[in-house]
């Protein structure tokens, strides 16, 4: 079975940074993609960051320049640099994997919270 744990969220002032980071665990054969999305109050849930298994980023217009997704293993991490209260929201990771008993499939994390004040 595979699992995915979160952490790093938490309460910063407006200009403050923060860094995510998802941990994928259990029976992995290989990883595919990795990416973090994030859903504010009544919204619909966004793509905010995406890496490859190559290495090709991919970020929302809203994000570029601040915010950074990188890699170790099976941890991918979420830099927030710069940030501002608009990015409040509740962040998952999202890992695209291939498991050693289940075949390819898309799992997601379970969310840790970030908020940012003014």
């Known amino acids: 079975q595979v699992q995915l744990v979160e952490s790093g969220g938490g309460l910063v002032q407006a200009g403050g940074s923060l860094r995510l980071s998802c941990t994928a665990s259990?029976?992995?054969?290989?990883?595919?993609?990795m990416a973090w999305y994030r859903q504010a109050p009544e919204k619909q849930r966004e793509l905010v960051a995406g890496l490859t298994r190559g290495g090709t980023t991919n970020y929302a217009d809203s994000v570029q320049g601040r915010f950074t997704i990188s890699r170790d293993k099976n941890t991918v991490y979420l830099q927030m640099n710069s940030l501002r209260p608009e990015d409040t929201a509740v962040y998952y990771c999202n890992v695209d994997l291939t498991s050693l008993f289940e075949g390819r499939g898309n799992y997601w994390g379970q969310g840790t919270q970030v908020t940012v004040s003014s």
């Open positions: 259990g029976s992995i054969f290989s990883i595919n993609n």
